[in-house]
Structure formats: C-alpha cells, structure tokens
C-alpha cells in the first residue's frame, strides 16, 4: 500500500474557548475520494481551512510525508494543494476565462510551459465553461459558478483538492454533475478531501468517509459501509 499523501494527526482547532476541531486524524492515499460529512457547525470548513493554512491549528500535517505545520498558506499551493472554498470566491466582474487564468499561477511560478494545455483540459472537463468563457463569472448560474471555482483550481494541476460543501445550494441535476465531476477527477489521479452536508451522495464517489460531530470524528469507515 501507497504512503499517504496527506495525514493529519491529533489536528486540533480552537477559537478562544471554543474547540471547533479536535484531535482529527486522519490518512488520505493517492488517487482517493475521501468524504467528511456531517451537520452545520460540525467542524467540517474549519478542518479544510486548517489544511490550507488558512487557520493555526495544533497536531500535526503531513504532505507527500513533509511536515506542513510551518507552511504558509502560499508555499501550501504551490507545493500542489488547492481549496475549492463554499462561497466559491470568484471575481464577479471578470470573464470566466480570467478567473481560470488566475488558478494557473502555480505553474506559472513553477515555469511550466505547458500551462496554456490545462485550460483545454479544463474545457474538456466542464465545456460549459468554454461555451461561457468571455462571460462574467458574477452573471453565471450557482451551478455554473461551482464548475468555474472547481475549473480555477484545476488549473494548477493540484496533487490534492479540497472541496468544501460543492453541492450547497444546487439543484439536485446538477448536483448529480457535481459529484460526476469528482469520479472524473479521481480517474485523473487526482486524491480528493470533500467536505459535505450531503451525506448520500458524497458517499456514493467516495472511498472513505469520516463523521464529524462536535469537533471530533464520531465514526469512520470504508464508504460503502457507512
């Protein structure tokens, strides 16, 4: 068995006196769709943005079997990790092709001169986006909005992708293509941590999934068995 390409041990968030997040571990391997599911105010944002570095936190994260714990948010992208944030963050006013642009920063940074060739992938993946490309972002549907924030963070050729709550407030259709996207991009390679209210369906493309109640992981398992 693979080593695992993202492991947390003991992650433990606070806000003053409030334990938000507390002694998460968990193993995530490459090419794997891993589901943290549970209710509102279970934790489940406050652990990706902890991932990110977003937010300090104590424990302990690894990456590719380094430490992440003094990575800045910024050395965290670039060494291939991406967020897919739940308000999805995009620029409003600028076309959809320009908010993809800014997701390839990384290769950019990196001098990959094939960076141009993942935006074709992109439009492979989501060819709405392509029909949509000079439009603004602020005038697409909450549907349309989730493939571009998805999209963005495609262009960096992320090794992992979070996702946080991409379902939430979308019709169950497209919600449908939502998680057909997530199948997709773990065919790809590509090791997914998803973070749901939609238990079902979330379980339903992922290999392993994690309950979180109050902070601290209440049950977790294969997903076909949870």
């Not at 994260?61 to 800045?72: D, K, L, V």
């Not at 997701?103 to 940074?109: I, K, T, V």
Request: overall charge negative.
């Amino acid at each position: 068995m693979s080593e695992p390409i993202l492991r947390t041990q003991d992650l433990t968030k606070r806000f003053g006196g409030l334990v938000a997040v507390s002694k998460v571990s968990l193993e995530l391997r490459v090419g794997e769709v891993h589901a943290v599911i549970g209710p509102n105010g279970a934790g489940k944002s406050t652990l990706l943005n902890a991932l990110m570095g977003m937010l300090p936190c104590k424990g302990s994260i690894e990456f590719e079997g380094q430490p992440m714990q003094s990575m800045t948010l910024e050395e965290r992208v670039m060494a291939g990790i991406a967020l897919v944030p739940e308000k999805r963050e995009l620029f409003g006013s600028m076309p959809v092709e320009d908010n993809l642009l800014l997701g390839a920063f990384r290769q950019m940074r990196q001098g990959n001169a094939q960076w141009r060739e993942q935006l074709d992938v992109v439009y492979q993946i989501f060819p709405r986006l392509k029909e949509r490309r000079v439009q603004e972002a602020g005038t697409l549907s909450g549907g349309e909005r989730q493939m571009l924030a998805v999209g963005r963070a495609m262009m960096s050729r992320p090794t992992l992708l979070m996702l946080d709550e991409p379902s939430l407030g979308l019709a169950p259709l497209i919600v449908r293509d939502i998680f057909g996207i997530v199948t997709r991009l773990r065919q790809q390679g590509v090791s997914i941590l998803l973070v749901e209210q939609n238990a079902r369906a979330a379980l339903e493309v992922a290999d392993h999934g994690y309950v979180l109640e109050m902070g601290e992981i209440a049950l977790e398992g294969p997903a076909e068995q949870l």
